[in-house]
């Protein structure tokens, strides 16, 4: 029997968030059965790429769609589009594009370790601290895109996404936006191209419950067409970040899904979990728990900050963290520093917020 078990793995319960080391999310039947489907027959895979991305960009509104193998595939891949959209020649070059228009600005507070996927097409990167005066003298002939990482990194330094994209789209200098995690809330699949950026990139198997190992590349038609010839089935940069016709399937299973789910009971799921476990947390001795919102993500979801006294409980965070883990069943939770943690309601199923809270009954005592 091939599962879990016999390799002696362990299943977890996802207290945590789609964090990709846990397994990101879990795929709803509806997407295992699309999936499953696919499997079953040979079709063209560059037309069926096309045909799901028509799809895909009609339900979300977009001029165009494309099935990457992640939002960190994603970036590489618009960092391509960014060069070969008006450059066709750098086609065979990559990553050594020194000749073509080889410059990604990107904010110094935005830098992640995504980032070097932006490196990896061969592309520059010209940090700015923030201003639209460092953008603008930022901008050269060598210029091939603006890179802009939505969430947590944002900060208050940054200019106004909007304002940014105004300046350099009028440049001709496409945006592309990282949204990763950045769902929900839905309207975010159209928000960012809405707003004119070039390219909005999000991963599958966060919320959008797609397989792992699936991202969405939304935006432009122009760019999204100049890199079918590096991609999947065709040879070049993009070949290693192959998707299957099963994951093409699934990721627009995920999204037919997403559009048509109940948002607000989802929410509302959330804020009684996140009450509930401050209702039974708060009453034990050394332990503080709040409702935060919205989440680290910046998601439009509460989560429960947990603060424990180390001295009161001879246990320090870090070490809750690996009891929970340890804890039968497992579950992971999200680790903050020496004296706090958070639960997060959004990656569970409904009923296991009761094993999640007797655990911490169990553990925090
Ligand atoms: C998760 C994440 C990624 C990578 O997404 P994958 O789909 O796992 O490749 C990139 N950027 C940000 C900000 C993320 O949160």
Redesign the pocket.
Known sequence: MTSYKSLGVRPLINAYA???KYG?SLMPPEVVSAMSEAAGAFVELAALQRRVGERIARLTGNEAAYV????????QLAGAAAVLHKQPEALKRFPDIAAFKNEAIIFRGQR?P?DY?IKAVGLRYVEIAGSMDDLRAAFSERSACVFW?????VSDDDPPLADLIAVAEGRDIPVIV?????LPPVENLWRFTEMGAALA??????DLRGP????LMLGRRDLIDSIRPISNPNHGLGRPFKVGKEEMMGALAAVERYLKLDHGARAQYCEDVARMFCEALNPLPGVCAEREFPNE?GQPLPWCRVTVDPDALGKTADDLVQAFLAHEPGIAVSPLNETQFHLNPMTLHPGEEIVVRDACLKLLA
């Open positions: 789609t964090v990709t990101g990457t193998s992640g939002a960190a595939a994603g970036i992640n995504y996927s990482f939505h969430g947590a990194l990282d949204a990763a995690a950045q990139l999000f991963s599958g198997g966060k792992q190992s699936t991202g993500a």
